[in-house]
């Protein structure tokens, strides 16, 4: 060890003694103690003299599939953003910023300022962490020298080695043109947000001109972006110009300028530059440019020095079947009904790994904005938020058999308003199961049950499962249960995995620079590893797996999801979107008010699927639904996947029991219950109670013959309610027959009320989109409900949402 390496090593220890010392008299339970500390020293500290092969330039950026044989992209950094600049082209007021901001006695000091240790020490003594007093040269030895590993650690060691190796660096670079030396290092080698390294990147990027030409407003105005890069001028001005005035101030309180000269700087007009866009690349652009963002985020300037090699998680097949569906079916289904946009996340549920990431249905097409990634534009997410509201009911005792009543109701808003939620149908069902409730997607009783089990338990559900735009201390109505809070389609999907995988989450770590304001312990995983440019692994993926939710009441929920005749009532002929002929498959629709946009979400246990359809500039579709828009990418992008696959059942776990109830109450079945059905549930939460009621008994009325089949297209646009007649008195379940037909049939239903404009549809079915000539309509199961007077009718309704219904018609009720 040469003379000048051993000062600088024993001025550090020192430096580690002062910051490790307050730490024990802070009584830190993990505190290091100075006696320790030389005995810890490492053995490997980086040579000093890489910092001049580090301050060289940058290196290509390669991405890659998952297989590592096929290019994704190979990026080098923008140009004019890596320009290197001697220190007398740059401005000496900036210099001086700089120097004011970051290390006032840079030129007199030995690497380390001890003035500012002294102050770190009173910091620690408080107890308040590890706090160092970095100065700038210390600060180029984390951002060039350091492995990038140990440049986010908050450690002595770290703050030991940045102060070893500055005073080395000093003892290299004596003098002022030394000092020069490492100044003109720093400003070319700091990151100034938006992949902009040094200040001439910066000056170029964000005002359009060389850093020798920055004027001082302009000047002061970059000088603190390092320090936070995300309060750019581009990203945020408001906050540049609030930090601009600090660095002004600044100047003023060191004397290089005077208050007036400081005060015609701030009010000096800018001119910040158009965001400079680079050339997309030529495979999943989204994607490519979504993990160069993580890279970015995560390494910083290292994604271009360490001239990475990345092998992604995307798989290529995956990638070119979600491409085409989300083409094919927006020109099929979309475009006609004035929907021009749709997206697509698949990941694979075991690992945690993004497969495909499609963000808009043509990256090229600027009249769709097309570079818009819609998989992580936080949207409203309609019904599809729904699983997680019961899915927290489940935790708090209710089950697939509790009761609630889909009837009208009203509550009053944060503001006092009235909030009365209506079903898409604009019907009403009567007493419904919570299974059917969620199977066919009714808002009301969704609704009441958020009520019931309290909005932050629906929050909270959705905040475990990986939804991250759902921050702390905002208001949350009842209509979030219905989607009006926005998410991304990616969180959406990675939610949508912890169901797949059974309560448990599966991920990445959250990586340590993001890990502090991360509400989610991981994170969908996009890159399998990493090597630099001398083939060293930076970073290798491993999944990491969080329980969440209990296993048992995540199976009673996909047992629903997966149900197709549950929701066949609700969805009609759009049904078939939402299953595979093949395998179980669980999922759920979304539809957003006044047609903004559709979704459809689900999963097998192999794969986990969202799909999103719309317009970027939130245009109002027509007519179509999350199933209808949707669910046609959905299902060509799940038949696709699990083509030549195994069937695999989705995992029942213990805890999980079958029990015999009444399909009326919901409760075991008493002597009268004809009625009975077979539903599951988490051990603990079946009934224990048995249904007394003595009205399950009723006359069921013989269905008449099958109809013959007839061409819509030589129809009128016709409804007639011919039986039951007007003064009928009924009991049992009744056939509902008449006529419904129309050339463009939407779909067709039969309504009763009881109290004048409280219409509900019939409990059996409706919605229903076939032709009826003279047939049955409807049935109508009257053996639960009270006895007296009700009103009956019918109604048609075309594609176009136009409708005529039949004058009521009165009837009794008598089981």
């Not at 359009?208 to 390092?226: I, Q, R």
């Not at 090699?309 to 083409?327: H, I, N, P, Y």
């Not at 009520?451 to 209509?479: C, F, K, Q, W």
């Not at 939407?746 to 076939?770: C, F, Q």
Request: proline content about 7%.
């Amino acid at each position: 060890m040469n003379r000048r390496r051993f000062l600088a090593r024993m001025g550090a220890i020192g430096l580690g003694a002062v910051l490790s010392g307050c730490a024990v008299q802070a009584d830190s339970p993990t505190a290091v103690g100075p006696a320790t500390l030389p005995l810890q020293w490492p053995q490997d500290l980086p040579d000093a003299h890489r910092i001049v092969e580090a301050e060289r330039g940058y290196k290509t950026l390669r991405l890659y599939d998952r297989t590592g044989e096929h290019l994704l992209a190979e990026l080098a950094s923008p140009l004019g953003h890596s320009t290197y600049v001697t220190l007398d082209r740059i401005p000496d007021y900036l210099q001086q910023m700089v120097i004011a901001l970051e290390d006032r006695t840079f030129y007199t000091n030995n690497g380390v300022d001890w003035s500012a240790v002294g102050r770190a020490y009173l910091y620690n003594l408080e107890g308040q962490g590890v706090q160092g007093g970095s100065t700038i040269t210390m600060q180029l030895v984390k951002n060039v020298i350091l492995p990038p590993e140990e440049r986010y650690q908050i450690t002595y060691e770290r703050k030991m080695k940045e102060a070893s190796l500055a005073m080395e660096i000093t003892a290299l670079y004596p003098g002022r043109e030394g000092k020069d030396q490492i100044l003109e290092w720093y400003l070319n080698s700091s990151f100034y947000g938006r992949v902009c390294y040094g200040v001439e990147a910066a000056a170029q990027n964000y005002f359009g001109k060389s850093v020798s030409d920055l004027t001082l407003a302009e000047a002061a105005m970059l000088a603190l972006v390092p320090q936070n890069p995300s309060q750019n001028p581009q990203d945020n001005f408001d906050a540049a110009k609030e930090r601009q005035q600090i660095v002004l101030s600044t100047l003023v309180s060191t004397g290089y300028l005077t208050p007036e000269e400081a005060e015609s700087a701030w009010l000096e007009p800018l001119t910040i530059a158009a965001p400079q866009s680079t050339a997309p690349p030529m495979a999943a652009p989204h994607f490519v440019l979504f993990v160069t963002d993580l890279l970015q985020q995560d390494y910083g300037e290292d994604m271009w020095r360490l001239g990475m090699s990345v092998r992604t998680t995307l798989d290529l097949d995956a990638q070119g079947l979600a491409e085409r569906s989300v083409t094919e079916k927006i020109a099929e289904y979309g475009v006609p009904n004035n929907a021009e946009n749709g997206a697509a996340v698949i990941i694979a549920a075991e690992r945690g790994e993004i497969l495909a990431m499609v963000g808009s249905a043509d990256y090229y097409n600027e009249a769709i904005q097309g570079q818009v990634n819609l998989a992580l534009a936080p949207r409203q997410t309609g019904s599809s938020f729904k699983p997680y509201t019961y899915l927290a009911a489940f935790e708090q005792g209710y089950t697939v058999s509790t009761t609630i009543l889909d009837a009208p109701v009203t509550y009053k808003d944060e503001l006092g308003r009235d909030y009365s939620p209506v079903n898409i149908d604009g019907g009403y069902h009567g007493v419904v199961s919570l299974r059917r409730a969620l199977a066919c997607s009714y808002n009301v009783p969704a609704v009441k049950l958020l009520d019931m089990i309290g909005v932050d338990s629906a929050l909270n559900m959705a905040r475990r499962l990986g939804i991250t735009t759902l921050p702390e201390g905002m208001h949350y109505g009842l209509s979030l249960t219905l989607g009006s809070k926005e998410i991304p389609l990616l969180d959406h999907t990675f939610a949508y995995s912890v169901l797949a995988n059974r309560g448990f989450m599966v991920g990445r770590p959250i990586p340590e620079p993001r890990r502090a304001s991360s509400p989610r312990p991981l994170e969908p995983a996009a890159i399998l590893d990493i090597t630099d440019y001398r083939g060293r692994t930076v970073f290798e993926y491993q999944p990491s797996i969080e329980t969440v939710v209990d296993p048992a009441h995540v199976y009673v929920l996909t047992h629903v999801l997966s149900d197709a005749e549950a929701r066949r009532p609700a969805f009609g002929a759009s049904a078939q979107y939402l299953v595979l002929p093949d395998r179980p498959v669980a999922t759920k629709t979304g539809s957003t008010d006044e047609n903004w946009e559709g979704w459809c979400m689900g999963y097998t246990p192999q794969y986990v699927v969202g799909t999103w359809i719309g317009n970027a500039d939130r245009r109002p579709m027509k007519r179509l639904l999350g199933s209808t828009g949707a669910g046609p990418i959905y299902h060509d992008i799940m038949l696709g996947l699990h083509e030549g696959q195994p069937v695999v059942e989705f995992r029942r776990p213990d805890g999980v029991l079958d029990c015999e109830i009444c399909a009326v109450s919901g409760l075991l079945p008493g002597d009268h219950c004809t009625t009975r059905v077979t539903e599951v549930y988490a051990a603990g939460t079946e009934p224990t109670e048995h249904c007394t009621t003595d009205k399950h008994a009723a006359v069921v009325q013989e269905p008449p013959p099958t109809p013959t089949p007839i061409d819509p297209e030589t129809l009128p646009k016709e409804v007639v309610l011919r039986s039951p007649e007007p003064g009928a008195v009924l009991s049992g379940v009744v056939y509902i027959l008449g006529t419904a037909t129309a050339p463009d049939l939407w779909y067709h239903k039969v309504e009763y009320a009881r109290e004048p404009g409280n219409w509900i549809t019939t409990e059996l079915d409706y919605m229903k989109t076939n032709q009826v000539l003279d047939g049955v309509l409807a049935t109508w199961d009257t053996t639960a409900m009270a006895n007296g007077p009700y009103q009956l009718r019918a109604m048609v309704v075309d594609v176009s949402g136009n409708y005529i219904e039949t004058p009521t018609v009165p009837v009794t009720v008598a089981n």
